[in-house]
């Protein structure tokens, strides 16, 4: 039954990296996967693989000084088997929750911001026409904005700046490649800046001071090798501008107010929890609220109907639910795995077989660009143990860089890159050709400078 449910996980897997072609919503392809593996799990027979764990016999410990051991010796080893499973998917669901919270509450700051025309104030104040000085600021301003916000927000916020300032299509889709190795970049080294640095956050094992000073400057040199490269070779103009008239709008002024508050909460997370110690989507679901509260106060003078809009009843309306979903079904899939102890093998095998964690954690990044790097991260959190590997150890925060920026090599492999693809219809053949061979330069380039910095860094 293993055998079956790593074949149920694979085909799952295809169908997330395939949903183009085979026109499925990866969402639909990974709930499927993580609610059958999880079924398939609690039907199949206690195999000597999970009953010989030491998760499994931790259970049957607890079991017995919970209903004491001469009740436990009356249930059948299947019993035992069952109760065993939904101890383990209640577990995993409680550590997805966090996530799944904490996702929910900054993607409904973010859409609340925007819907006040809050990134305004960052996307009205550019006007250079040079286009390799416009390039070197779009770089740095996704760069830094995506390691407050998160690289997919600021993809889409960026390639909608770039659409304003570059008529020609040619030269907007360099731009958009830049804007997608910047984005992954800039979130790769701050904990809120990409969802699997997140992942690894939340799970404990890496720290907020740690990662920012180990992987800031790794992430500049994987942005800044693409942006010198293409200094030097871009060529073509950014087209001719049409008038450009900034739109008045009623709510400018709680446009800066909602930016500044959304950007101080997403800011206070990592501080509220070094100070409570309490998760951090604790700490999220506080900001939300307090932003929840100043944006039903604020324009007092608006219809109900109209103010919904700018309420965060109305941003949740907005939220991309099937992305939070998905990081459900793809993160109950990889829990399955899990706890059938097939991961540990995994990685006993990959140590066997390879053997130098910094090749293996390099490899998991150089997947990370043809498959999603959720699950990948998902997947080597659990083939690695934190008693072996604890918090802020080399092989947690270059993997936070490697799954981070490597789905920058093709345009499939990051969440930041679907949306560029979507929004300014990329052809991955033409990013493969025309962005791909330096964003690989600047993953090796940023991948050697953490390596390097190890000495320095006490690891």
């Given amino acids: 039954m293993e055998s079956f449910i790593i074949v149920v996980f694979i085909i799952g897997y295809l169908g ?20 059958l593996c999880w079924t398939l799990f609690m039907i199949s027979q206690p195999s000597t693989t999970v009953t010989e764990s030491s998760h499994y016999l931790s259970f049957v410990d607890h079991l017995k000084l919970e209903q004491g051991l001469e009740k436990v010796g009356l249930l059948s080893q299947l019993e035992i088997y069952q109760g065993f499973v939904l101890d383990e998917l209640g577990m995993h669901l409680d550590s997805i929750a966090q996530i799944l919270f904490f996702l929910l509450g900054a993607m409904t700051i973010v859409e609340l911001v925007d819907a006040h025309h809050g990134f305004r104030f960052i996307t009205d104040r550019i006007h250079t026409k040079n286009a390799k000085k416009l390039l070197w600021i779009v770089c740095w301003v996704t760069f830094f904005l995506s390691s407050i916000l998160d690289n997919l927000t600021t993809t889409i916020v960026m390639i909608s700046l770039i659409r304003k300032l570059i008529p020609n299509k040619e030269m907007r889709l360099f731009f ?18 990409d969802v699997t640095t997140t992942m690894l956050w939340i799970g404990g094992q890496i720290s907020t001071g740690a990662i ?4 800031f400057v790794p992430s500049v040199v994987c942005m800044l090798i693409p942006l010198l490269y293409l200094n030097f070779t871009l060529k073509g103009e950014l087209g001719t501008h049409g008038e450009h008239h900034a739109k008045k709008h009623s709510d400018v002024t709680t446009g800066n107010l909602m930016l500044m508050l959304g950007v101080g909460a997403l800011v206070f997370v990592p501080i ?8 951090p989507y604790i700490g999220m679901l506080l900001g939300l609220g307090v932003i929840w509260v100043v944006s039903e106060l604020i324009n007092p003078d ?34 399955a795995l899990e706890s059938m102890q097939v991961l540990h093998h995994f990685a006993t095998w990959l140590d066997t077989t390879i053997g130098d964690q910094r090749i293996i954690v390099t490899v998991i990044g150089l997947i990370s660009s043809i498959v999603d790097n959720v699950p ?14 604890p918090q802020d150890h080399m092989i947690w925060e270059f993997l936070a860089y490697c799954a981070g920026t490597g789905g920058s090599i093709l345009i499939i492999g990051s969440a930041a ?16 050709k025309k962005i791909s061979f330096f964003a690989l330069m600047g993953y090796f380039a940023g991948a050697i400078t953490y390596l390097l910095m190890l000495p320095l860094l006490g690891h």
């Fill in 376 to 389: 990948l991260v998902a997947a080597s959190m659990g083939m690695y143990s934190m008693d072996v590997y």
């Fill in 176 to 193: 958009a490649g830049m804007i997608v190795i910047a984005a992954n970049a800039g979130g790769a080294w701050t904990p809120i800046g």
């Fill in 212 to 215: 920012m000073k180990s992987l």
């Fill in 302 to 335: 608006l219809d109900e109907s109209v103010k919904k809009n700018y309420t965060a009843a109305g941003a949740l309306a907005r939220v991309d639910v099937p992305s939070v979903l998905f990081f459900l079904g793809i993160l109950l899939a990889v829990g």
């Fill in 272 to 279: 509220f929890k070094t100070i409570t110690h309490m998760p």
């Fill in 417 to 432: 890159g679907v949306a560029a693809m979507g929004m300014e219809k990329i052809d991955f053949i033409w990013y493969m």
């Fill in 16 to 35: 997330i990296a395939f949903e183009h072609p085979l026109k499925v919503n990866k969402t639909a392809s990974a709930i499927l996967t993580g609610v």
